[in-house]
């Protein structure tokens, strides 16, 4: 089993629907991310948290909003989903101290109609 | 604002190649850069860089940090095909930024 692990891995919704995008880990960090890829513009940060009582918006945290049911868990959610919300999500995480070393699940892909 | 910025966007080389891949920053508060390779999905790990002019070294990859020039570039001797893939650069301050990456293509 991956130690990140992405649901959906692919998804097609229509303008106006909730979608949510769930993440778990079984490498027991602490801290977890979720990013948005895009062609020619990189990765960029959605929201991030530092253990379960912390979460923090990342560069373009509009239009999203995250929840972190537990240290394994945090899961990402499109209250209503629009066309430029359509991109690769990434989930990730990393120890509290030290290197900070990204481990990222595989993506979710998410179109939005 | 900080900034990363990676170049060239894409390269196509053949078999047998080296390439150098380039990466500049501006950020406040730099702690590390770090290099990652993401073939089909996932990014993965491949270098960490916090000093100055010290090499890591991983088989046919190796990567250089210059802090005062505010500059990392990642060398791949002898490509081959595997090493097809969109190499990401990404630095951290408080947070990780991360720039658009470079396609490498490796034809046989």
């Known amino acids: 089993d991956a130690d990140v692990t992405q649901t959906p891995r692919n998804r097609i919704t229509k303008t106006g629907k909730r979608i949510m995008l769930e993440c778990s880990q079984t490498?027991?960090?602490?801290?977890m991310y979720w990013y948005r890829q895009d062609p020619g513009l990189g990765l960029r940060l959605i929201y991030y948290s530092f253990d379960v009582k912390d979460i923090n918006k990342g560069e373009i945290s509009d239009g999203y909003s995250v929840s972190r049911q537990a240290q394994a868990k945090f899961s990402l959610s499109l209250e209503s989903a629009i066309p430029n919300q359509t991109a690769l999500y990434f989930c990730a995480t990393s120890v509290g101290s030290g290197a900070n070393v990204l481990t990222f699940g595989a993506g979710s892909r998410l179109t939005v109609l | 604002e900080d900034k990363v910025v990676q170049s060239p966007l894409s390269l196509v080389v053949h078999e047998g190649d080296t390439v150098t891949l380039n990466c500049s920053y501006e950020v406040t508060n730099f702690r590390s850069l770090l290099w990652y390779k993401q073939e089909k999905k996932a990014p993965t790990f491949l270098f960490m860089l916090?000093?100055?002019?010290i090499e890591k070294k991983s088989g046919r990859l190796s990567s250089i940090l210059d802090k005062k020039e505010l500059f990392s570039i990642l060398n791949i001797t002898a490509t081959q095909t595997g090493d097809s893939a969109v190499y990401l650069c990404a630095v951290r301050t408080d947070k990780l930024i991360f720039g658009t990456g470079t396609r490498l293509q490796v034809f046989p």
């Open positions: 916090t000093s100055s002019g």
């Open positions: 490498k027991g960090h602490d801290r």
